[in-house]
């Protein structure tokens, strides 16, 4: 099993940018997927950006391209997401998720991930 812990989550202007972490615990050994979802009000839970815990490899969605970046921080055994140039469109809770990769079929489906955090909200104003 392993224990997330989101942070950093914020009220910024369009334009502006924020850093969520994804503080993990319990078994790190294994390799994961690691997912940052967000959802926002009536909208259904949406994958953005997603990294392979050994590989090192990342994956964007198409609306977040260029404008989000995911890393980790192996020493810390946390996930981070640099969001810059912030949209209001953007606005929504954030949950990290992870999930081991053997299990993983589609890294952007919510309900390929057993393990969530608890989510932080990102509120941006126009």
């Known amino acids: 099993q392993v224990q997330l812990v989101e942070s950093g989550g914020g009220s910024v202007q369009a334009g502006g940018s924020l850093r969520l972490s994804c503080a993990a615990s319990?078994?790190?050994?294994?390799?994961?997927?690691m997912t940052w979802f967000r959802q926002a009000p009536g909208k259904e839970r949406e994958g953005v950006a997603s990294f392979h815990t050994r590989l090192g490899l990342t994956y964007y969605a198409d609306s977040v391209k260029g404008r989000l970046t995911i890393s980790q921080d192996n020493a810390k055994n946390t996930l981070y997401l640099q969001m810059n140039r912030l949209k209001p469109e953007d606005t929504a809770q954030y949950y990290c998720?992870?999930?081991?990769?053997?299990?993983?079929?589609?890294?952007?489906?919510?309900?390929?991930?057993?393990?969530w955090g608890q989510g932080t909200q990102v509120t941006v104003s126009s």
């Open positions: 319990g078994n790190t050994y294994s390799t994961y997927y």
């Open positions: 998720a992870a999930e081991l990769c053997t299990v993983v079929t589609e890294i952007f489906n919510p309900a390929d991930f057993r393990y």
